[in-house]
């Protein structure tokens, strides 16, 4: 008989687990606009554009791409060390490790079967006979990332109160502010503020001793 889940973890992706900061940059590399959605990017840090108008920028360079090979492209998607040990840390004590992240489903796809993640969320790109379209099928900000989150804890019996999230900047802050326990990972400064606790470090597996904290204090 399968053991019950414990809590879950809420995982950002870029800045987080992804280890150069942003996946959709190490996309945008590949489709060539890099510059131009860096720039985007920073907009949206400082709250000069939304999170709609940066999708939007980003996904007109998917056009003309094919699934397949945006899938090969996220294969080599550099993340912290220490990825690895903090799912195994999960699966091993019932908590389940869960992506929730502003990055392109399929980033989070991706990166769920590589390790072990539940993908869950995430904006889209329009695809037509296996081919990227350019246009944003799906656009998903911070408040839905949040909305997102608390409706997987619910669909799977968990109460909130049983839930954290690890995070680094803007985005995160919405969920943070409704689990009772938030770790800002290599955050802004704001991130900071609305988080339980900081740390700064360049091998994700240094979060498993505060996971454990967590995890201690529901018993």
């Keep these: 008989?399968?053991?019950?889940?414990?809590?879950?973890?809420?995982?950002?992706?870029?800045g987080t687990l992804v280890s150069t900061g942003s996946s959709s940059s190490h996309l945008a590399e590949r489709f060539g606009h890099q510059d131009a959605l860096d720039e985007a990017?920073?907009?949206?840090?400082d709250g000069s554009l939304t999170n709609r108008q940066v999708s939007e920028i980003d996904a007109a360079g998917w056009r003309?791409?094919?699934?397949?090979?945006?899938?090969?492209?996220?294969?080599?998607?550099p993340v912290?060390?220490?990825?690895?040990?903090?799912?195994?840390?999960?699966?091993?004590?019932?908590?389940?490790?869960?992506?929730?992240s502003l990055a392109w489903q399929p980033v989070t796809r991706s990166l769920a079967r590589r390790f072990g993640f539940v993908a869950h969320g995430g904006?889209?790109?329009?695809?037509t006979g296996g081919t990227y379209d350019g246009a944003v099928a799906e656009h998903f900000d911070e408040f839905d990332k949040r909305d997102r989150a608390?409706?997987?804890?619910?669909?799977?019996?968990?109460?909130?109160?049983?839930?954290?999230?690890?995070?680094?900047?803007?985005?995160?802050?919405?969920?943070?502010?409704?689990?009772?326990?938030?770790?800002?990972?290599?955050?802004?400064?704001?991130?900071?503020?609305?988080?339980?606790?900081?740390?700064?470090?360049?091998?994700?597996?240094?979060?498993?001793?505060?996971?454990?904290?967590?995890?201690?204090?529901l018993d």
């Design 1 to 14: 008989m399968t053991e019950p889940e414990r809590g879950i973890v809420f995982f950002d992706v870029d």
């Design 41 to 45: 990017e920073r907009r949206y840090a």
């Design 64 to 77: 003309g791409a094919s699934t397949t090979t945006v899938d090969r492209w996220l294969d080599d998607l």
């Design 80 to 100: 912290l060390p220490g990825v690895e040990l903090v799912v195994a840390w999960c699966r091993t004590h019932q908590v389940v490790p869960v992506l929730a």
């Design 123 to 127: 904006p889209r790109v329009g695809v």
């Design 150 to 217: 608390l409706r997987y804890a619910l669909a799977r019996g968990v109460p909130i109160e049983r839930c954290c999230a690890i995070g680094d900047s803007r985005s995160d802050i919405p969920l943070f502010e409704v689990v009772p326990a938030a770790l800002a990972l290599n955050a802004t400064g704001a991130a900071r503020a609305a988080a339980s606790t900081a740390i700064d470090t360049a091998d994700l597996s240094d979060v498993v001793p505060w996971l454990e904290t967590w995890l201690n204090s």
